[in-house]
Structure formats: C-alpha cells, structure tokens
C-alpha cells in the first residue's frame, strides 16, 4: 500500500494549461481504470474532480481532463484561472477494497 | 443531498482510545459503503478504511489494521471509527466520505472533517 506518486507543485499562468502526473504501479494505477482526481483548497474538504480516469462530475468545468497511460494517470488543467489554485490529489482503487491516494501537488497559478 | 457531519475529535494522549463517528442524511444509508479518509497537518490525503453496507465486511490501510476498527449502524445512520492504541502519528483531520453519485471507486461526498491530537 505505497502512495501513488505525484510532483509537489506544478504551476501555469492564466489561460496556460497545467498537466500534474499520478504514478503507481501495475497493482493500483496500471490494473484498473478508477483513477479519481480531487482538489482540495486550504480549510475545506477535498472535492472529486475526475473519476474512472476521464470521467467529470456534473458542475465540474470542462476545463479539467484525466487520462492514463500504463502506470500513470494525468491531470490537465486548460484555461487556468486563479481559482484554480489548490493543492490535487490522486487516487486510486487497488484491489482487495484498498484505495490509495498520492502525496498531491500544489497547483500555483502565476 | 447529502449530508456527512463528523464528530468525536479531540485530544487524547499516545496509547489511548477514542471513537469518531460520521452522522450521514439525505440518501438510504443502508445502500451504500463508507468509508474514512485522514489528513494529517500539512500532508496528504491517507484512505484509513471502508466498510460495506451491511456491516459484513471492512479493509483497512496497512498502517491503522488491528488499532483501528470500523463500524455502523444502518438504523441510526452512523458510521463510527473506534481508534485505539494512538500514536502520535495518527495526529490527522479524519474524513468520513462516501461514493453516492458517480462510480463506486471515487469518494463524491465528503465531511467537514473531525481534527484528533494525538499528544502528552
């Protein structure tokens, strides 16, 4: 049950786009497409984003997409704005009723 | 709509116990898994634990199995976390969360969270 993976902090100016990696292994990321994404601003609880990889909640903008190669999953964040900014998080399902989440990324927007 | 309001938090010293519960409204409780998710100051999320809807069965993350127990109870619509054995490391904002809306293996709803001190 090792975390998953991510960069500590990513960043893009407004209206850039921003793609933060999610890397696990074979048994978590690699063998199952439910990869979900969530961001989390400072005080508040975490909010689902993306889940089953590139599937988006209803309410959740466009401008937030998933996708998954092998063993890591991504986060592209196009047209960023400021409210964008917030710490995202991975997670994934990994067998056996276990999930495991990924150490997030601090998203800065310039 | 859903509604998860955590409760229990507090400050207890290393080795001793104390019980979260997660009072849940706004949809039928007994249909769906539960499961806890911490946050420990200044880090990441850590997936704690889930159980299913009937109470028949329960997983945990490696680092909590054995001090941790999860329970509910489908007629008071709570889901509690019973800590034992506290380390200062399990010093986190417990979360109780639950997949309503979407897929099964995503967390859709989420609490406020209940903040446990682990110190002496």
């Known amino acids: 049950q090792s975390a998953l993976t991510q960069p500590p902090s990513a960043s893009g100016s407004p209206a850039q786009s921003v793609t933060i990696s999610c890397t696990g292994t074979s048994s978590d990321v690699g063998g199952y497409n439910y990869v979900s994404w969530y961001q989390q601003h400072p005080g508040k609880a975490p909010k689902l984003m993306i889940y089953?990889?590139?599937e988006r909640p209803s309410g959740v903008p466009d401008r937030f997409s998933g996708s998954k190669s092998g063993n890591t999953a991504s986060l592209t964040v196009s047209g960023l704005q400021a409210e964008d900014e917030a710490d995202y998080y991975c997670?994934?399902?990994?067998?056996?009723?276990?999930?495991?989440f990924g150490g997030g990324t601090k998203l800065t927007v310039l | 709509e859903v509604q998860l309001v955590e409760s229990g938090g507090g400050l207890v010293q290393p080795g001793g116990s104390l019980r979260l519960s997660c009072a849940a409204s706004?949809?039928?409780?007994?249909?769906?898994?539960m499961h806890w998710v911490r946050q420990a100051p200044g880090k990441g999320l850590v997936w704690v634990s889930r159980i299913n809807s009937d109470a028949s069965s329960a997983t945990y993350a490696d680092s909590v199995k054995g001090r941790l127990t999860i329970s509910r109870d489908n007629a008071k619509h709570t889901v509690s976390l019973q800590m034992n054995s506290l380390r200062a490391e399990d010093t986190a904002v417990y979360y109780c969360a639950m997949s309503y809306d979407y897929s099964n293996y995503a967390f859709d709803s989420w609490g406020q969270g209940a903040l446990v001190t682990v110190s002496s």
């Open positions: 089953e990889v590139s």
């Open positions: 706004g949809f039928t409780f007994s249909s769906y898994w």
């Open positions: 997670s994934s399902y990994a067998g056996s009723d276990i999930w495991v």
